[in-house]
Every structure is written in structure tokens, then in C-alpha cells.
């Protein structure tokens, strides 16, 4: 048995090139879903890892290998549950997660910002301002924020949220850069994930006072 913890992860990368290769319709699909690094080339290796890099909420197949060599796989795949709860706003998860491993988002700054971790946030800012703007995996952090559905289980954290927003801005993060549409030319915009995604009106006031 191997002791590799990537080893299922190359595995499902072969099965995925190989069904890919096979024009299998759900490869197909998975391939629209997250396309290869470079669009048009011949797919490598590389590009399949790539995808099942971003199946599990990981940036890349580096960041993933990164994570679950650092961290060992148990803490990696609780982060990357982590990851996927608040994108999918499984709000119980989410706390269940935060009450086993409480640190479980420190320096992660899109996690921090959808967990409505105020100051951890902005310490990692005051470090490196760029993380107001860049892309923190699909998302920055304001679309990290907007997407959060955690201020239904937790209204009394509203004020560090729309501090984090206030923070955010600050810093020149731009209220209507949105989140890419593989395949289109369309994007979601931070309002859209407040309102239609997280029903989040305080935050979609915000967004539209800014905007």
C-alpha cells in the first residue's frame, strides 16, 4: 500500500486523461468546468492534475501538493472542506470545522475574510497589501466576502464584516471586479454573490454605497 498522500489525487488525474481521451461526456464536462492552463495547447499531464487541483478548491496542483505536504492530508482536507463549505454556504459544516480546528484559516486570506476574521486579516494585509486585490484561488477577497452566507449564523460579527470591506477598499480593491465565467466573457460581481448567492442585504448596501 502506498504511503504517497498525493497518490489518489495522480490517480484520478490518469482516470481523468484517460476517459478525456476517450471523449467520456462527464471528462468532457469536467474539462469545460476547469479549463487546462493554456487553452488550445495539447493537454499534458499536467493539465489533468491541474483540474483536480481545482475540484478540490486548490488554485493549482502545486498549491494542492503544497498544502498536503505542509500540512499532512487530515489538515489539508479539513482546510479544503473548509474551502468548498463556504463556497457551497454550508454554514454547519462550516462551524463545525471552525470548533474542531479554530486556526484551521489562519493565513488563508480569502478564508479569513469569509469567516469575518477581521484583525487576523488585516494583519496578513499589513504584511502584504496586494491580498486586498489579487486573486485568492477563482476569487479575491472581496468576492470571498460577498459569497459568505456565515453572517446568518453569526449577525453579531457585521461590524468586523463591513470592516473588512471598509479594509478591503482601502486598499484598492475594486467593488465591481468579479469572478470569471470559464468560457464566457461574463463575470459575477461582488453584488451578485451578496445578493443572489449569500442574501446578504447589508452587504449589497454596501456594495451599492461603493459602487
Known sequence: MTTDPLDRFRRAAKALKKAHEARDPDAITRLKAHPPRLPGAALKHADYLHVIALENAYASWPAMKAAIETLGLDRAEKLNRLKLALFHGQTA???????????LADGHAG??????????????????PTIATKPLGPRNALLHLAGSKMIHVWPEREADMLAIADLLLAHGADVNAGMAQPGTDHSLSPLYFALGHAGNMVLARWLLEHG
Open 111 to 128: 478564508l479569513l475574510a469569509a469567516l469575518y476574521e477581521r484583525d487576523k486579516l488585516a494583519a496578513l494585509i499589513a504584511d502584504d
Open 93 to 103: 459544516v462550516v462551524q463545525a470545522l471552525m470548533q474542531d480546528s479554530p486556526d
